[in-house]
């Protein structure tokens, strides 16, 4: 579980990383706000997941971390499209938020697959 808070914390610095430039070099507010809200959630709702108290409430709490991902592929792919993104920023952004989100949907399923077989 380390490897995924791991990668979530590269990937929020990244996200935080992004909104500076887009807050500072294209002034723009709204959109950067909403990337920067749902990419660094990723990881404190993965840090949650490791205080639950049961399976059930750590499937919930990567659930959501899962659902921000999905959210921020969505900012990201809407930056891109409105040209506040450079197409090598949207792809790697993209790319690592699909790659954290593959991950959680595989322990999220392994977790209640657990929780069925018991």
Do not use: P
């Amino acid at each position: 579980m380390n490897n995924i808070y791991d990668k979530a914390f590269s990937f929020a610095v990244s996200i935080v990383e992004c909104h500076k430039v887009l807050v500072h070099r294209n002034k723009e507010y709204v959109l950067s706000k909403q990337l920067l809200k749902s990419g660094t959630s990723i990881g404190a709702n993965i840090s949650e997941a490791y205080g639950g108290i049961s399976d059930a409430d750590f499937a919930f709490k990567l659930s959501i971390a899962y659902k921000e991902c999905l959210e921020t592929k969505y900012w990201v792919k809407l930056l891109d499209a409105t040209g506040y993104l450079h197409k090598e920023t949207s792809q790697n952004l993209h790319s690592d938020a699909d790659e954290l989100a593959k991950i959680l949907y595989t322990i999220i399923n392994r977790t209640k697959n657990r929780k069925q077989n018991t």
